[in-house]
Structure formats: C-alpha cells, structure tokens
C-alpha cells in the first residue's frame, strides 16, 4: 500500500523520515528500510538507504527515525526516488500499514 508522497526543497540537506510502531507494543518488532531510485539517482541526488533496520523493542512504542541525504545534481527539480519498507517482523505486522513512500525532490515556491 502506498503512504503518500514527501515533498521536500532541493537544499534541505538530510531528510529525516520516521516510522511509527502501532497496533501495541507486545513483543519486539522491526522493519526493513531500502531506496529506489525513480527520476533521482543514488549517489548523485540522494544517498542510498540499504538493509536499514528500524527496531522496537518489547513494551517499546512510538516512532523510529532515519536520515537521508539530499545533494540533487544540476537545479534538481522534478526529481523523485522510492523507500520501501518490507522484511516486517514479526510477520503480519504490515498488514494495516504502507510500505511505499515516495520522496519528490524540488524547488520550493518562490
């Protein structure tokens, strides 16, 4: 399921993006976090996220974070990459949530 799009200006610098434990917080929990490049580049627009682990651990609730850079090449407009958030555990966990965001890299309104 789709979460929606971050919109985010081309100087930010690091984008924190973070990810919230619900459903109760018996027993540890965790997810996958991994970047897709879309119309943005890894390397050249946006640092890669690989195998980044979020983990909750028992009676631990709220939100896990995690940065990513942003240095889009030439005006850097237009620009966009994925974040997929799989390898839920324990399975089932993703059942009532999303598992794609989709990070759009531009300009800020003048």
């Not at 919230?20 to 540890?28: A, H, I």
């Not at 896990?64 to 942003?70: E, N, P, S």
Request: aromatic share 6%.
């Amino acid at each position: 399921m789709d979460c929606g799009t971050i919109l985010t200006d081309t100087d930010v610098g690091t984008l924190r993006i973070c990810v919230e434990r619900t459903g109760g917080v018996y027993g540890t929990a965790e997810v996958q976090v991994d970047s897709g490049d879309d119309t943005a580049t890894a390397g050249t627009d946006y640092t890669a996220i690989v195998a980044e682990v979020l983990q909750w651990a028992d009676g631990e609730g709220g939100v896990k974070c995690f940065d990513v850079t942003i240095d889009p090449t030439g005006d850097g407009g237009g620009l966009a990459f994925t974040l997929t958030l799989s390898a839920w555990d324990p399975v089932g966990a993703e059942d009532d949530t999303c598992d794609v965001i989709t990070v759009e890299i531009g300009d800020a309104p003048a």
